[in-house]
């Protein structure tokens, strides 16, 4: 058995056909919006695209427990300056990073003299970490407060009180010139000892004192000693 052609059904169909792809040409997006290759380009096809918003997350400071940063040690010099008459040795300082955690040494010990310096583990007041993260959070002078100070000290006499050796400390700023009446001091304390990393990845917290490490108590008497300055800070 074998096919027989209508040559006018066929002739319909080709016609029907074509009338369907004539449609389908004339709808909108049915045909590429791709130039053709060698067809200019237009300034609609030029426009920029937009750059997509950056995150508005702040970056955190770089710490470091070997080197001072620049800003900070700027500020440590700036109030050096500024207390100088107060300040009666200028060869050495210390310097607080409490922009770092309290599981780096952020004691900064600096000779002026030749460039040099040693770091240190040293604790913040509890007033100034309320939930114990490690991280200072803020500053405050007030009495009662239990948090660290921000500005220049000057170091002073020796005594033996509850925390053992000690020394007193001088506030020299309006933001922590209640160090002497605080009773702010350096002292050691075990809960700044360097095996406080190894078992709670922080050390603890003061009362607002500078507390190192007990075995770090000695090269602090050494290195500082009475009439030098300790600067602390969040830069």
Not at 197 to 212: D, P, Y
Request: glycine fraction near 10%.
């Amino acid at each position: 058995m074998h096919d027989e052609h209508d040559p006018v059904r066929d002739r319909r169909a080709l016609l029907k056909n074509g009338l369907v792809l004539a449609g389908a040409f004339a709808l909108p997006g049915a045909v590429s919006a791709t130039p053709r290759f060698g067809q200019a380009l237009t300034s609609r096809d030029l426009r920029p695209m937009s750059q997509p918003p950056l995150p508005s997350v702040p970056a955190a400071p770089i710490t470091s427990s070997r080197v001072v940063r620049p800003e900070l040690l700027r500020q440590a010099l700036a109030a050096l300056g500024r207390h100088g008459s107060r300040v009666e040795r200028h060869d050495r300082i210390a310097i607080a990073d409490f922009a770092a955690p309290s599981s780096q040494p952020r004691f900064h010990l600096v000779d002026l003299a030749s460039g040099r310096s040693s770091s240190l583990l040293v604790s913040h007041g509890s007033g100034s970490d309320p939930d114990h993260s490690g991280f200072l959070r803020r500053f405050s002078n007030d009495f009662g407060s239990n948090a660290s100070s921000q500005g220049a000290f000057v170091t002073d006499d020796y005594y033996v009180g509850k925390h053992g050796r000690s020394q007193r400390l001088i506030g020299l700023d309006p933001t922590n010139d209640n160090a002497l009446g605080r009773a702010i001091v350096v002292h050691s304390a075990w809960y700044a000892n360097k095996d406080m990393i190894a078992s709670h990845g922080m050390l603890g917290r003061s009362q607002g004192c500078f507390a190192v490490g007990e075995r770090d108590l000695d090269q602090v008497f050494a290195r500082l000693g009475p009439g030098r300055m300790i600067f602390a800070a969040k830069v």
